[in-house]
């Protein structure tokens, strides 16, 4: 079956320090990968996707590639803020059509001033 | 847009009770997603909808559990009757197909239940 595994938490940064929160997956035929992040007592909100190998999905300082090969979509982000503290989920939507997105367990992030 | 909608954002309830939760998601989406939310099974997908029909509900952990979704803009999610493992954050979210491909689902806010 389908499966995401990403690194457990909590992780705590300092501000401007380098982000990287490791994303695995399993998944027969060619998935689709997403990362959400949810903010405190809110709903996910989509950050960024990648939809075919290689491809690169960025936003807001953040990027992630779908490497095919490692079967992986790492998270990462330069220099973090105070403001990126979230819960981060990978996620993939198996493909070919229409199906609910298989998460992983989120990997809570805790930015110190 | 308003983006999904979802209610009540928050209901306590005691064991037993029938419970039921609320959504509207985005004007024009064709499929609809309800999740769950638990810090020990994380985020799990109940059941999905495409065009008001029920696709898969192989996530509905038991009979106590129905989703309906009468017309495009509405669906529900009933618990009957509530258990305290129960207790969790639900989501709905949703999606529109193009040429073909339903991509990115656009989560509500989620409604957080107490069974007591």
């Known amino acids: 079956g389908n499966s995401v595994t990403q690194m457990e938490g909590p992780v705590t940064l300092s501000e401007e320090a380098f982000l990287t929160i490791n994303c695995t997956y399993t998944?027969?035929?060619?998935?689709?990968l997403f990362w959400y992040v949810q903010y405190p007592g809110e709903g996910l909100q989509l950050l960024l996707k990648a939809t075919k190998a290689d491809d690169k999905g960025s936003n807001k300082g953040f990027e992630a590639t779908y490497r095919k090969e490692t079967t992986s979509f790492h998270l990462e982000k330069g220099s973090v803020q105070v403001s990126d503290s979230a819960v981060y989920f990978c996620a993939l939507n198996p493909g070919g059509g229409a199906d609910g997105l298989t998460f992983g367990k989120g990997t809570h992030l805790i930015i110190q001033p | 847009d308003a983006g999904v909608i979802q209610s009540p954002r928050h209901e306590v309830t005691e064991m037993g009770q029938e419970v039921t939760l609320r959504c509207k998601p985005i004007?024009?989406?064709?499929?609809l997603f309800w999740y769950r939310q638990t810090m020990m099974r994380g985020l799990e997908l109940l059941i999905y909808?495409?065009?008001?029909?029920?696709?898969?509900d192989s996530g509905m952990p038991e009979d106590r559990f129905s989703a309906k979704m009468p017309n495009a803009s509405f669906s529900t999610l009933k618990i009957q009757p509530s258990e305290p493992r129960d207790s969790a954050v639900y989501f709905c979210a949703s999606s529109f197909t193009s040429t073909g491909n339903q991509e990115t689902q656009y989560f509500g806010p989620g409604t957080r239940l107490l069974v007591l």
């Open positions: 998944a027969t035929g060619y998935p689709s």
């Open positions: 004007s024009g989406h064709d499929y």
């Open positions: 909808f495409n065009n008001n029909v029920p696709i898969d």
